[in-house]
């Protein structure tokens, strides 16, 4: 039976990572200098939600498995998963060449940090 904390753990930092990255979607699309206007702080504080999942997410994770690298390699597969998703259905555009071979090299290598340990 897999460790339920662990996926608990995983779950977390998939949220957070989510939140964050929603974040920063909505902020691209604000002019820089309306960033900080009163009805835009609000991404200041959805990124403290995010961080915060991100912290608990990773002390959860580490105390489960007492390797930093497992918890490592479940956020950047997070970020690889949920931000191409967000991307997408943010922006309604499809990765341009490069993009989709860096994408696709930065997942060939998350799969080799995982596979060769």
Known sequence: MPNLVLLFAIAI???GEGINIWAEM???RLPASSL???GHLFLFGMVIVGCSFLLFGYS???QSTKNIWIITAASVVGILIVEPVLAYLFFHQLPVKGSLVGLLLGAAGLIATIVWI
Do not use: K, N
């Open 26 to 28: 909505i902020s691209a």
């Open 13 to 15: 930092l998939f949220v």
């Open 36 to 38: 900080f206007e009163p």
């Open 60 to 62: 959860l994770g580490y």
